[in-house]
Every structure is written in structure tokens, then in C-alpha cells.
């Protein structure tokens, strides 16, 4: 059992950036893959990023390119996440999710556990 809880949320201004945390409990959490989601009202839940296991490699969606970081500490358990340069298409609730692997994933039926989510409200 994985449970995760993420942190960070809030409203930002439009050009602003955003860090949103994941912290990660359960013996297995440190060996599988990581990712983020979000789902804006009325929209379907979207992948976001995805880093494995050990953090090396990262996968994201064409909509934050050039403008997102993650990172882990498997140490701590927690993931990060920083996304700059926001707009008001941003806006939505942020979800972590741990996955069935170890490698990073986007489909979210590849994810076994999810956190709460966390709502980001980016102001124009």
C-alpha cells in the first residue's frame, strides 16, 4: 500500500511559476515510477510528467515543454515539481500518482495509487 499526499498548491499569477510537492509513504513507494496529472473542470484527467525509479529519466507532455522540472528523493520519499511560465490553461487540481513499475509512464491506468489532489489557480 501506497499513500501520497500532495503539497504546494494555491493561486499563482499568470507568468508566475508553481512548486508542488508529493510525499510518498509504503515501503514500496521508492521503487516505482512517479507521475503527475491534472484535470481541469470539465476535462478529462491529463498526464502531465513522469520520472522513474531512480529519478534518471523523465517523460512529460508536449503542453509544459521547455517550462517544467521534476525531480525525487527516494531518501524521502518525496517527489517535486516545478512548472514556470503559467497561464490560465494550467489552472486545475494536480494529482501524484504512483505507478505499477519502475518506469515512467503516461497512461494513467499504468498508475496503482493517487493522492487526494491539489488545486492550482492560476490569476490573470
Known amino acids: 500500500q501506497v499513500q501520497l499526499e500532495e503539497s504546494g498548491g494555491g493561486l499563482v499569477q499568470a507568468g508566475g511559476s508553481l512548486s508542488l510537492s508529493c510525499a510518498a509513504s509504503?515501503?514500496?513507494?521508492?521503487?516505482?515510477?512517479m507521475g503527475w496529472f491534472r484535470q481541469a473542470p470539465g476535462k478529462e484527467r491529463e498526464f502531465v510528467i513522469s520520472?522513474?525509479?531512480?529519478?534518471?529519466?523523465?517523460y512529460y507532455a508536449d503542453f509544459v515543454k521547455g517550462r517544467i522540472a521534476i525531480s525525487r528523493d527516494n531518501a524521502k520519499n518525496t517527489v517535486h515539481l516545478q512548472i514556470h511560465s503559467l497561464n490560465s490553461e494550467d489552472t486545475a487540481v494536480y494529482y501524484c500518482?504512483?505507478?505499477?513499475?519502475?518506469?515512467?509512464?503516461?497512461?494513467?491506468?499504468?498508475?496503482?495509487?493517487w493522492g487526494q489532489g491539489i488545486q492550482v489557480t492560476v490569476s490573470s
Open positions: 500518482a504512483a505507478a505499477r513499475g519502475a518506469n515512467h509512464d503516461s497512461r494513467p491506468g499504468e498508475y496503482e495509487y
Open positions: 509504503g515501503r514500496t513507494a521508492s521503487s516505482r515510477a
Open positions: 520520472i522513474d525509479r531512480n529519478g534518471d529519466k523523465a
